[in-house]
């Protein structure tokens, strides 16, 4: 299953993308009302396998034919596919080429950071460029979506406890990131985590360290490549975090980029994103997540 965020009224709504087209769900139960149906994509993730057979069902028993709770995509105002996570976990340098273009050491260990919930935005959003960066960077990433309370779960049983997968651009203003020692003011100004267009069900992902990645800028693609080059894979991630901290249904976890990144390019070649600049970020099963950058206010 495919849920999206549809913004309405400056409000997060739960949808659900069909071949037929987005089903706006509050919309639908207005027309053909069901009881126990989910209408918040917070609600679904909690609810698990329960409220993902529920939503399904009440989907798949609609009427035929086009309806007014049917969208189009194109006409959707897209929210972030996961609204409220109760904590946002980063994993850097998390591909082996990436580490290497960037002359950074192999870790031993995965290295965390955080972003918070102010970063999160959807597919089609502006994203405006902060006045106080000359090197804004683009970074494709997969996200783990959390569906279980999770603690101290072994390697072998992590990916139990996921609710499914979606993209991100873990945006990266790499002279405040490097301005410390510490990475967390380059990652979390306003807007820096566009996630979706989809939150995908992990029975439809399969295996998540099988999946083509890519940043495309402009129409050219500057990252091609797969979730196989990850150092640690996700099932160790989840289960490494798992160990030091308890994860929530909700919880969301960036597991990091591959090569590419404007970073990695020689000086005289970096080209850091500007206002007019358009990024997709696609994602195998996943969908293409897609912002234009403009100047801020």
Known sequence: MKLVTIVQDGKPALGV????????????????PAAGVPQDVMEVIQGGTEAVAALQG???GLPAGKAAYVLDEEAVQWGPCVTRPNKIICVGLNYRKHAEETNSPIPAYPILFN???NTLTGHKKDVAVPKVTNKLDYEAELVIVIGKRTKYVAQEQA??????????NDLSARDLQLRTQQWLLGKTCDDFSPLGPYLVTADEVGNPNDLAIKAIVNGDVRQNSNTSDMIFKC???VSYISQHMTLEP?????????EGVVMGYPPEKQVYLKPGDEVTIEIEKLGRLTNRFVAEA
Do not use: R, S
């Open 235 to 237: 099932d160790e991630i």
């Open 250 to 258: 909700g919880d969301v976890i960036l597991t990091g980029t591959p």
């Open 58 to 60: 009440y989907v798949d």
């Open 115 to 117: 972003k918070f919930n």
């Open 17 to 32: 993308k069909t071949e037929a087209g987005i089903i706006d769900i509050a919309a639908a139960l207005a027309a053909q």
């Open 159 to 168: 990916l139990d406890h996921v609710f499914g997968y979606c993209a991100v």
